[in-house]
């Protein structure tokens, strides 16, 4: 394979492939498997119009107590994928919304299914 | 023109481009991290290393070539002197020794040469590998030709901590960039 390329060519693949491992190098940003869990029930009642308030987040009982959820709603907004939003006209409901890096990463979640999904089509 | 003078320039090419960025890189290295400085030409952070990593695994042999040039070019004052074999074994030590390790590491199978295989944890393994290889092959050789004032079992961590911490902050300033630079996608679907 490699007897194809001219070596600025086999510099160049070398290159990309590097560059794409280099970008998935940990940055202490990523989240674990309840975290995703917390963030993917919050984000589809978002999707449906209905924003889950931070009290019924810390109600969800299958995903953990209330103090627990409440410790990964604030990791998850330190990680910059939920913010907050209040109503106009009532401070005291607090809703959970998802931000642009959250929006950035079901998007690419989307497209990396489309492709494998082209991938066993093909 | 013919295929392998085609290939000869190419390579040659990047081997200069591979001497002139690590010596750049040392130039740039010592004057921003000169407080950090152990001892003569040890570091506790030493930038090029970093492209010690991505040189030689992008590159292969041309960019372990420009390595070893641009440490000759650096330690040019000791081929004037008695001291030209430690200048010729530094670019040895620096640049040769690296492409040896990921032979190595490729007769193995543990690395694709295309790096196609290659994840992030393997990337930041072999940043440790390539920082303890190169410090190891420089105290030894360090110690081989007797160079003064020397105490390997001390001084070979501060090479390795600069190695790794230098090749760390290269490939991390790298992934910023790259993110930063990367388009980002549009949400339209929403």
Redesign the interface.
Known sequence: MEKNHSAFATAYLRFLQLAKVVQALPDGQEMDANELALLESVVLRWYEDQPMTVREAIGLAALGSPATLHKRITRLREKDMLSTLNQEGDRRAKFLIPTQRTLDYFQHLGRSMQQAHKGLAA | MKHWL??GL??T??TFLSAVLFVGFFQFNGWIFSGFQYSEGVSWVFLPAGFRV?LV????L?GALGLMLGSWFIDRDLFGGNNALLGFMNGVAGGVIPWLVMKWLQKRGWLN????T???P???NLTLIFAAASAIAHQLVWLLLERPNLNIWVDIWPMFVGNALGALLM??G??FV??WV?P??S?D??
């Open positions: 085609q290939d190419e390579k090419a990047l991505i695994l992008v590159l292969g041309p040469p295309q790096l196609q290659l994840t992030a393997q990337l930041l490939l991390y790298f992934k790259l993110d990367s980002k996608p949400h679907d929403h």
